[in-house]
Nanobody, 121 residues
Framework: QVQLVESGGGLVQAGDSLRLSCAASGRTFSSYNVGWFRQAPGKEREFVASISWSGGSPYYADSVKGRFAISRDNAKNTVYLQMNSLKPEDTDVYHC??????????????WGQGTQVTVSS
């Protein structure tokens, strides 16, 4: 069993940066691919980025490509999402997910509770 806890969200202005963290419990986390998703109230959960268990093969949604960067530190059981040049449309609850591969929420087994990101114009 793996538990995921996101942190680092907050209220920022357009153009600012934030770094989200996804801290995991469990020794098997380092063997899992991890994804970041985001969701607004009443909308479907949307893929943002993913990274392989080794830290390679980062993959991004077109909407964040060039602005966001995903990375991981397996020694710390943590995955990061560096978000730069934030826009108001990036406002959402951001969730990390583990043990999966793909861009669909159903592709992943473990989920965190999420952290709120709000970008003001």
């Amino acid at each position: 069993q793996v538990q995921l806890v996101e942190s680092g969200g907050g209220l920022v202005q357009a153009g600012d940066s934030l770094r989200l963290s996804c801290a995991a419990s469990g020794r098997t986390f380092s063997s899992y691919n991890v994804g970041w998703f985001r969701q607004a109230p009443g909308k479907e959960r949307e893929f943002v980025a993913s990274i392989s268990w080794s830290g390679g093969s980062p993959y991004y949604a077109d909407s964040v490509k060039g602005r966001f960067a995903i990375s991981r530190d397996n020694a710390k059981n943590t995955v990061y999402l560096q978000m730069n040049s934030l826009k108001p449309e990036d406002t959402d609850v951001y969730h990390c997910a583990a043990r999966g591969l793909g861009t669909r929420p159903s592709d992943y087994e473990y989920w965190g509770q999420g952290t709120q990101v709000t970008v003001s114009s």
